[in-house]
């Protein structure tokens, strides 16, 4: 389920909760009232009451009545009254705001007049006068900053892009730089907010807009750190300038219309705006922000900056269209912390697809335009899954706040609906925290198993990685799987004890019963302990040999040259020999004739063994060049001579042969006979013919015929 189903499934969730929250928090009926205290002596009556026995059991059985009762009528509510109470309660907010419509502008005019109040009290220029030094004194602070930064930023302009290290440095030096910007306008603004007492309400509004402008600020500067509408080759996003420039507006315009609606929604009850007039405010700038929005989308050009979006996907289009506007609606029918979370599953996956295309885009190969499919990069991945943890765990806690969900102890007032949204936000974060944990892991091992794949050399001395890399990666995903899922449940309320103590008991049950899995399991542990065999080897086990392919937790499979693949559980292994270990030395014999002079043959394979030494094919692969050491025994026809090469495991059949041909050749030119069996006859007639074909019989016997065949 990718993350964007995820969010949604959670806002169709808390839909229902949110209404009755939003409900109870504008209904007068449900807030408590102060009522007067009865006479002592009433209160003191009741006490005797209560204290006899015959009064207690009444209580407690009309008690239980009405439980059974209220459980009852509970459990036969169809879903037909709760829907027409829901529509009921909204059809009686949205009149009630109605109501309210023709007071608003009182309500607002009230607001002024009393800030216009304060600040004739202060006097005009005495509130004017600290807003002046508190603009100066913030713009002063960034200018000073400009001008202290001018090598830095020369630096940075100058810098090339050509490495990912490189861009790497770059977008790290301008997110420097501009938060830098940032901070030094907050310093001086805030600083000198400090320094002088305002009036009360002054005071709250000018810390509110101070809040909205520093929230457009961040939206330019991220804007010009991830989009860069001036300066393409510092574009951290793969779009053409054309829409660079366009969200970098539009960024802004939005982002400042729902900063300004916040601020002003939570400043107006201050300055003694009431609640249905300030909620139709919010209501209205709710509207204003989603008319933009549907503006901005309706007029975005696509990345290659060549179209529209709602050309290309103009059914996509029209589904954001009409989310934006059913968020509105419902936001309308009284559920205030709808419009805030529907904003959050909103931004939230376009913030996701940002961040996935900006460090695609960073991590791209020098000389390339996009992202190819070789080695995981560790960076990428942490940058990837940590951003989109964060920003996922993020949204989930601003989702928390609205529903006014606390994350530490549970209260004594929380229903049990609050308790399992607050396990499964909580859930939510466990699941992405082990999912970064498994990609940094994961990308790690990929990135080492790739790196590995290089010349024979390189193959042979990361053997051993490529041999225990897959298994601790099965391992680990088990393992982070487990302890994730235990976590989870914890968090939804589960008691985890139980089931660590029926897996135990489980687990010693399988292992009784799968003594062989079991036996198979230690034994392939034992051997990788060994060293015994690494992937690639040429390996022997009884009457089974090739070369090792993989292997699990439980078998190895090996390869036999002519293509057979063995599954062999690691129980089943009986003694291992590793032809594929250190070096190899092949024993070579030749036959020559009597009459062969010894010194001649000797000085002939020495002059071979330097020939294979100049052969660039094969001369890396020989560890000790070939040579002669004597003679092995006198047979009936020759003198067989025994030779002696060392070379790299798995390459003496390729040089075996090429030696072979050497040596034909120059035994040739050195005129050195090979010895072959020969039989001399004497005499003639049919004597010598029946001598010559016993000689042939025995040099090699007649096949049998097919009596003979039968009869054996």
């Known amino acids: 389920m990718t993350p964007r189903c995820l969010l949604l499934l959670i806002f169709a969730l808390l839909m229902p909760f949110q209404s009755a929250m939003a409900q109870a928090a504008l209904d007068p009926a449900a807030q408590p009232a102060s009522v007067a205290a009865p006479p002592a002596e009433d209160l003191r009556k009741l006490v005797d009451l209560l204290q006899r026995p015959d009064i207690q059991a009444w209580l407690q059985s009309q008690t239980a009545s009405r439980q059974v009762e209220t459980q009852g009528s509970a459990e036969f509510a169809n879903a037909r009254e709760i829907i027409v109470g829901r529509l ?51 713009f002063g602070l960034e200018w000073l900053y400009w001008r202290a930064t001018s090598g830095f930023r020369k630096r940075m302009i100058a810098r090339h892009l050509d490495t990912v290290d490189d861009r790497l440095r770059a977008a790290g030096s301008r997110i420097l730089y501009g938060l830098g910007v940032l901070l030094a306008f907050a310093v001086g603004s805030i600083g000198a907010f400090l320094l002088f007492a305002w009036p009360s309400l002054l005071e709250h509004t000018v810390l509110a807009y101070l809040l909205v402008f520093l929230a457009v600020r961040l939206t330019l500067v991220a804007g010009r750190i991830v989009l860069a509408p001036g300066a393409e080759r510092f574009r951290l996003m793969p779009m053409a300038t054309r829409t660079a420039r366009f969200w970098f507006f539009w960024s802004a315009v939005l982002v400042g219309s729902f900063a300004f609606g916040h601020f002003t929604f939570q400043l107006l009850p201050t300055l003694g705006v009431g609640r249905e007039a300030n909620y139709i405010v919010a209501l209205a700038s709710g509207l204003i922000l989603f008319g933009l929005a549907i503006v901005a ?51 939230l996956p376009i913030a996701i697809s940002c961040v996935n295309l900006s460090v695609h885009h960073i991590m791209r190969p020098p000389g390339t335009i996009a992202a190819d499919e070789g080695a995981p990069s560790l960076t990428g991945a942490a940058l990837e899954r940590g951003l989109r943890a964060l920003l996922l765990i993020g949204g989930a806690y601003l ?19 609050t308790r399992f949204i607050r396990g499964l936000l909580n859930a939510f974060v466990v699941v992405l925290l082990a999912d970064f944990t498994w990609r940094m892991a994961s990308a790690w091992i990929d990135r080492k198993l790739m790196l590995t794949e290089g010349d024979a050399d390189e193959s042979r001395r990361s053997a051993r990685l490529r041999t225990l890399l897959p298994i601790f990666r099965n391992m680990l995903f088990v393992v982070l799987f487990a302890m994730a899922m235990l976590m989870a449940l914890s968090s939804l309320g589960v008691e985890i004890g139980p089931l660590i103590a029926g897996a135990g008991v489980v687990g010693l049950a399988v292992g009784f019963g799968a003594q062989t899995l079991v036996k198979d399991i230690i034994s392939g542990m034992f051997f990788l302990l060994d060293d015994a065999f690494r992937v690639g080897e040429y390996i022997e086990s009884g009457s089974i040999k090739g070369t090792v392919e993989s292997f699990s937790l439980r078998s ?6 002519r293509g057979a693949l063995h599954t062999i559980p690691f129980g089943s292994l009986d003694k291992i020999t590793n032809y594929s270990r250190d070096w190899a030395i092949d024993k070579i014999m030749v036959s020559v004739t009597y009459d062969t002079d010894l010194d001649v043959v000797k000085n002939t394979i020495k002059e071979v063994g330097k020939e294979l030494l100049t052969d660039e094919e094969i001369a890396p692969f020989i560890m000790e060049t070939l040579k002669m050491q004597g003679v092995e025994q006198f047979g009936d026809f020759a003198i067989q001579i025994r030779m002696k090469i060392m070379t790299k495991p798995g390459e003496q059949a390729v040089i075996r042969r090429r030696a072979y041909a050497l040596i034909k050749k120059a035994f040739d030119t050195k005129g050195i006979k090979f010895a072959v069996p020969t039989v001399s006859v004497a005499g003639g007639g049919d004597a010598s013919n029946a001598v010559a074909q016993k000689a042939l019989d025995l040099i090699k016997p007649p096949p049998q015929t097919e009596q003979a065949a039968q009869g054996a």
């Open 399 to 417: 989702i928390a706040s609205q529903l006014g969900l606390d994350f530490g102890a549970l209260a004594a007032r929380d229903t049990m609906v």
């Open 556 to 561: 190895i499979k090996i390869r036999h040259h």
């Open 88 to 138: 009921n309660a909204a059809r009686a907010f949205v009149h009630d705001m109605a109501t309210v419509i023709p007071t608003l502008p009182a309500e607002l005019d009230r607001a002024r007049v009393a800030l216009m109040t304060e600040m004739r009290d202060q006097g005009s220029f005495a509130a004017v006068l600290p807003l002046i030094f508190f603009l100066t004194l913030g």
């Open 297 to 347: 989308l309706w007029r975005c050009p696509t990345f290659d900056g060549l179209d529209l979006v709602n050309r290309r996907h103009r059914v996509g289009t029209v589904l954001g269209t009409l989310y934006i506007i059913a968020n509105w609606l419902v936001a309308l029918a009284g559920v205030a912390a709808t419009f805030y979370i529907g904003v959050v599953l909103l931004v």
